[in-house]
């Protein structure tokens, strides 16, 4: 019998994925946490710590790690070859930072008032889902607008990873994730 590997810290950082989503769910202004995920695997990349975030420290990773092994929910499929290949990475990071920018652009508009905050989440790129609920009228619209934004971004890249994980392998979305090909691609860089 195998014996048992011992766990590490960052095992457990699945936890701070599932707080955000629960948060966010409740409070819309948490989804603010968000930017950390965007921030620290670019920073750790630009000063030297490579792709150490991606495979040590994503509690997104972790998360679907939990849910394809520990839950066993994962039929551990090898993935087709295209979702890995240069043309669909790049090609994702190129959709992914066009809802970012379109995101970007609405909460500006909003801080401007030339449009209205609107309460609804944009999930897999398609539909606005009402999220009302998780408003609180505390927070100036245009920071409302931006956690709206990002939660939905946020939540739709949770299902689909998901998805894949069941489908295919834990951590499938890991191979196109877009910061994931951003941090590779600032490592590129810098060994040039």
């Given at each position: 019998?195998?014996?048992?590997?011992?766990?590490?810290?960052?095992?457990?950082?699945?936890?701070?994925?599932?707080?955000?989503?629960?948060?966010?769910?409740?409070?819309?202004?948490?989804?603010?946490?968000?930017?950390?995920?965007?921030?620290?695997?670019?920073?750790?990349?630009?000063?030297?710590?490579?792709?150490?975030?991606?495979?040590?420290?994503?509690?997104?990773?972790?998360?679907?790690?939990?849910?394809?092994?520990?839950?066993?929910?994962?039929?551990?499929?090898?993935?087709?070859?295209?979702?890995?290949?240069?043309?669909?990475?790049?090609?994702?990071?190129?959709?992914?930072?066009?809802?970012?920018?379109?995101?970007?652009?609405?909460?500006?508009?909003?801080?401007?008032?030339?449009?209205?905050?609107?309460?609804?989440?944009?999930?897999?790129?398609?539909?606005?889902?009402?999220?009302h609920?998780?408003?609180p009228?505390?927070?100036?619209?245009?920071?409302?607008?931006?956690?709206?934004?990002?939660?939905?971004?946020?939540?739709?890249?949770?299902?689909?990873g998901?998805?894949?994980?069941?489908?295919?392998?834990?951590?499938?979305?890991?191979?196109?994730?877009?910061?994931?090909?951003?941090?590779?691609?600032?490592?590129?860089?810098?060994?040039?």
């Amino acid at each position: 019998m195998a014996k048992p590997t011992k766990k590490h810290w960052s095992d457990y950082l699945w936890i701070v994925s599932a707080t955000y989503f629960t948060l966010g769910f409740f409070n819309i202004v948490f989804a603010w946490l968000g930017v950390i995920c965007f921030l620290i695997p670019l920073l750790m990349a630009i000063f030297g710590g490579g792709k150490g975030y991606c495979n040590n420290y994503c509690g997104r990773g972790q998360l679907f790690l939990q849910i394809g092994n520990t839950l066993k929910w994962s039929r551990k499929k090898v993935a087709p070859r295209w979702i890995s290949s240069k043309w669909f990475r790049n090609g994702f990071l190129v959709f992914f930072m066009f809802f970012f920018i379109q995101m970007i652009i609405l909460t500006v508009s909003v801080a401007k008032g030339v449009n209205s905050l609107h309460e609804t989440i944009h999930l897999l790129w398609t539909f606005d889902v009402p999220w009302h609920w998780a408003y609180p009228t505390a927070v100036e619209p245009w920071v409302a607008q931006f956690a709206f934004g990002l939660y939905g971004i946020m939540l739709t890249s949770l299902i689909v990873g998901v998805i894949l994980t069941v489908v295919y392998r834990p951590r499938t979305w890991c191979v196109f994730c877009p910061m994931g090909n951003m941090t590779q691609m600032i490592c590129k860089l810098k060994n040039k």
